[in-house]
T-cell receptor, first 109, second 116 residues
Framework: KNEVEQSPQNLTAQEGEFITINCSYSVGISALHWLQQHPGGGIVSLFMLSSGKKKHGRLIATINIQEKHSSLHITASHPRDSAVYICAALIPFGNDMRFGAGTRLTVKP | EPEVTQTPSHQVTQMGQEVILRCVPISNHLYFYWYRQILGQKVEFLVSFYNNEISEKSEIFDDQFSVERPDGSNFTLKIRSTKLEDSAMYFC??????????????FGPGTRLTVT
């Protein structure tokens, strides 16, 4: 069983739709990263959170430590949001990160 | 805005050859990391580096891998004798502090290594 599971694996949306990507983890964590991987392969860090909720522009990330679950929401989605979104769990007392398999998001105009 | 840079963007090498992948972390960062992503698979942690030594490494990071900070700016990953299965995208990352202190990691654009 993977330590970090994401759903859905693939997601297609129309421009303007509200998007939710889910991440569940089975390991103890000190923090969770949400990352965006562009078609060219580059990775950008979107959020790192260990509790509650963070917002940056149209992106919102939430985490429920008790349920070992995090969500990434995109409001008013746009074609430029098309990318692979990856959650990664930072293991406590170290710098090891365990990555989910990613959610491929395609936003159509 | 400061960013992590990596060179080369693409490296092709023959099996058995040594390769060195180079990274320039963000200048005030103290923790450095290498990750790899085999095509179509998840990103995997390789190693973290702090205070001129390895602080953590994964099972993947065996004796054929080594890391070095040869000067004040570069951080390198060396693969001594490349195998076909080393073909992957290699990402470098850096952070101001360690993960347990809540510091975010910043990723480089990656080096695509192709072993033929």
């Amino acid at each position: 069983k993977n330590e970090v599971e994401q759903s859905p694996q693939n997601l297609t949306a129309q421009e303007g739709e509200f998007i939710t990507i889910n991440c569940s983890y089975s390991v103890g964590i000190s923090a969770l990263h949400w990352l965006q991987q562009h078609p060219g392969g580059g990775i950008v860090s979107l959020f790192m959170l260990s509790s509650g909720k963070k917002k940056h522009g149209r992106l919102i990330a939430t985490i429920n430590i008790q349920e070992k679950h995090s969500s990434l929401h995109i409001t008013a989605s746009h074609p430029r949001d098309s990318a692979v979104y990856i959650c990664a769990a930072l293991i406590p007392f170290g710098n090891d990160m365990r990555f989910g398999a990613g959610t491929r998001l395609t936003v159509k105009p | 805005e400061p960013e992590v840079t990596q060179t080369p963007s693409h490296q092709v090498t023959q099996m058995g050859q040594e390769v060195i992948l180079r990274c320039v972390p963000i200048s005030n960062h103290l923790y450095f990391y290498w990750y790899r992503q085999i095509l179509g698979q998840k990103v995997e942690f390789l190693v973290s580096f702090y205070n001129n030594e390895i602080s953590e490494k994964s099972e993947i990071f065996d004796d054929q891998f080594s890391v070095e900070r040869p000067d004040g700016s570069n951080f390198t990953l060396k693969i001594r004798s490349t195998k076909l299965e080393d073909s992957a995208m290699y990402f470098c990352a850096s952070s101001e502090g360690g993960g347990t202190s809540g510091y975010e990691q910043y990723f480089g654009p990656g080096t695509r290594l192709t072993v033929t």
